[in-house]
């Protein structure tokens, strides 16, 4: 009988053990991920989607521009447009 008392309290002690260790660990692992999300700045890991525009001395922002407005584009295809429809009409 007494031997059966020590095999099982030496168990139980075992089975605490393992127990309390495999917490400690689980609590030291949830931590570190805690750790990481928290210290994870995304505005500093992310880099810039568009620079900022040059400025002038007065620190008004110089935007670049293209080399022909918009309307004079569209208004030069609109002219190649009916030049090509008037060349295919004629073609008939």
Do not use: C
Request: glycine share 10%; hydrophobic share 40%; charged share 20%.
């Amino acid at each position: 009988m007494d031997l059966l008392d020590s095999l099982g309290e030496t168990l139980g002690g075992l089975t605490d053990s393992v127990l309390s260790g495999g917490e400690k660990l689980v609590d030291s692992w949830f931590d570190h991920e805690a750790d990481k999300v928290a210290s994870a700045a995304p505005e500093e890991n992310r880099t810039a989607t568009h620079k900022e525009p040059a400025q002038q001395p007065t620190g008004q922002p110089i935007y670049p521009m293209s080399a022909m407005p918009t309307s004079m584009m569209m208004f030069g295809g609109f002219a190649v447009l009916m030049l090509f429809m008037f060349l295919m009409l004629r073609g008939k």
